[in-house]
């Protein structure tokens, strides 16, 4: 491709690489799986995708629960059993108690949206096979009333992991993959610079000095993130603390660790 069309947004700051690889996916017409740590910006990317490119965003967040079949649609056949208990009109219109999903409105959308699949690993391991015909095909088959409902404009999608499950190599070889890698300090520190405006030096080099020494040591169960660095920073900020002080006294350590154990690594660490 001659020109990067995606160039991340004054929030989000994005690698060159991962830049073209949302490219290619849009080209290509391909969904865009996600993988890396949390924290690593894997959802914020498809937020940076619409808002870059001035289009709806849609997300539909997957949990251990969910089926296929709640991103195409629901027939809610209580309703319309209520209705007609009450002599409601329209009642014959199945229609009318149709509802679509996530995957359902971006798909009957007249213009190009943004579909996010947050996080598919959570579901159970079918699940990605049973999207594959969709995506694909771009369409679905309303059984209650006869309807195929096919996409006008192919959605941008997006769809995240965190690697808690392998995904079927049927459903990653119709995807374009991409790991986030974690942001290495001077990523991390446009990062950062996209979040506060004249930020003292000082603060920020203690700050992540402390905060890649802690990302650093074994055994920690769960390493801070980059959300989590710019919430310390925050509340480094609101503290007032001396950055001088920050390596040696490590003040809201409870804002970077969520582990009881981790904390008392870190303090064991520092001494």
Request: glycine letters at 4%.
């Amino acid at each position: 491709m001659s020109k990067t069309t995606f160039k991340g947004t004054n929030d989000y700051i994005a690698s060159d690489e991962l830049m073209k690889t949302v490219d290619v996916a849009i080209a290509l017409e391909k969904p865009l799986l996600v993988k890396g740590e949390p924290g690593t910006g894997k959802t914020m990317l498809a937020e940076a995708i619409a808002k870059a490119l001035d289009k709806e965003l849609y997300i539909w967040n997957i949990k251990s629960t969910t089926k296929a079949q709640d991103g195409l649609y629901q027939y809610d056949t209580i309703q319309r059993l209520y209705d007609s208990q009450f002599g409601e009109e329209g009642v014959d219109d199945i229609s009318h108690y149709i509802q679509l999903g996530k995957l359902g409105e971006a798909f009957k959308s007249e213009k190009q949206v943004v579909l996010l699949i947050d996080e598919i690993d959570k579901a159970d391991l079918e699940f990605p096979n049973d999207l594959l015909w969709e995506l694909d095909k771009m369409e679905f088959y309303i059984h209650e009333t006869k309807e195929t409902v096919k996409a006008a404009t192919r959605p941008i999608v997006i769809i995240t992991s965190n690697a808690e499950k392998e995904l079927p190599d049927a459903f990653l070889r119709r995807c374009i993959f991409h790991y986030i890698s974690f942001p290495e300090a001077d990523q991390m520190a446009a990062i950062v610079h996209a979040h506060f405006e004249n930020l003292e030096d000082n603060l920020l080099k203690q700050a992540m000095d402390t905060f890649y020494w802690i990302r650093s040591i074994r055994n920690l169960r769960k390493k801070p993130s980059t959300s989590e660095l710019i919430d310390w920073i925050r509340a480094l900020l609101i503290g007032g603390i001396d950055p001088e002080r920050i390596r040696a006294e490590l003040p809201f350590l409870g804002v970077l660790i969520k582990k009881d154990e981790d904390i008392d690594l870190v303090k064991e660490m520092q001494l």
